[in-house]
């Protein structure tokens, strides 16, 4: 009996110190607030390194937020609700220009393709961007990523975005798909799971990939503001080793296999329909081998801000991105 009774007592301790050490090890994490554009597959890599346990691996207690939008995300990364803000670099430049001191910089890129999808009523097999003369389609937000790349392939080939269709940007960000069903728009333009999942209703079919038609992108980058970044430097190279990890697995992995890790960040999307997305995002090579935010491709995101109209002069590429942290990640 008393041998029974102290086999009890010490799983019980041992219970007591695997719980007591999970708290302690809990509370000597670092806590980073992340404010996210949106929920989409399009960032699996970072739904890897969440899944798999890299930010903890880091030292990191991350919390992540859906902001629904670049402007969303910036307001909570400039007011200090968010420490680390991930969306359209674009955000960080429209800040600069308007003189804050305090200004947000890009420490590492994610995505160098644009994630959107060109989505018709019907299957149409020779699609070509002219097919969109005369017709309506729901766009995004007046100076947004989505909305200037959808207007810059517009005028690749020859199409005047003002003159040549109508394109409709009353709607907020993340509800044109379900406009879209009630709407009587020709075309939307949708990220995923979005776009596969018009096609699954039978509301839509996908006819055409911005980030193909659009080329190398800087799609989307984390920021910082200046003052966060010269105090926690420490934690910003844990944050990006963190996605230099998430990228490496999904680069070295079946899309099946990153849609089985990435689940149950997307509870409402079955297993098979999130492998055909990330599938889709592998094949037109949406994910950077690294996180380094190169010079050229801050320049042609200018050049695109330009061409929208959004950009008053050019900003230093010296001032807004940093790759000390994306090259110490990457070695």
Request: glycine letters at 8%; hydrophobic letters at 40%; charged letters at 25%.
């Amino acid at each position: 009996m008393k041998k029974i009774v102290s086999i009890v007592l010490a799983v019980s301790m041992l219970a007591v110190c695997v719980t007591g050490c999970k708290t302690t090890t809990r509370k000597q994490l670092k806590p980073v607030v992340l404010n996210e554009v949106a929920h989409s597959i399009f960032y699996a890599p970072q739904y890897a390194a969440i899944e798999l346990g890299y930010f903890e691996d880091e030292g990191l207690d991350l919390t992540l937020v859906n902001g629904a939008g670049a402007d969303k995300v910036m307001t909570a990364l400039i007011s200090g609700d968010a420490d680390i803000g991930f969306m359209g670099s674009e955000a960080s430049i429209y800040v600069y220009q308007q003189g804050s001191d305090d200004y947000a910089v890009n420490f590492a890129q994610l995505t160098q393709r644009a994630g959107n999808f060109l989505v018709g009523r019907e299957a149409q097999d020779n699609f070509a961007w002219a097919d969109l003369k005369g017709k309506k389609v729901l766009g995004g937000r007046a100076g947004g990523m989505p909305e200037m790349v959808f207007e810059y392939i517009l005028k690749k080939n020859g199409i005047d975005p003002a003159a040549d269709l109508t394109i409709d940007q009353s709607i907020n960000f993340g509800l044109t798909a379900a406009a879209f069903t009630s709407n009587d728009a020709d075309y939307t333009v949708e990220f995923e799971p979005f776009a596969t999942g018009l096609e699954k209703e039978g509301s839509g079919h996908v006819i055409a990939s911005l980030g193909v038609d659009s080329g190398y992108v800087p799609y989307t980058a984390y920021s910082v503001k200046k003052s966060y970044l010269e105090k926690n430097p420490d934690t910003i190279q844990k944050f990006t080793n963190a996605i230099q990890k998430g990228l490496e697995y999904v680069n070295t992995h079946s899309a099946e296999e990153i849609a089985k890790v990435i689940q149950p960040q997307f509870k409402e999307t079955d297993e098979d329909t999130i492998a055909t997305i990330v599938g889709r995002y592998k094949d037109q090579d949406t994910w950077k081998g690294d996180t380094v935010f190169e010079k050229d491709s801050f320049e042609l995101l200018e050049n695109i801000l330009e061409e929208a109209g959004e950009l008053n002069e050019r900003v230093p590429y010296e001032k807004l991105v940093t790759t000390e942290f994306s090259q110490e990640a990457a070695k």
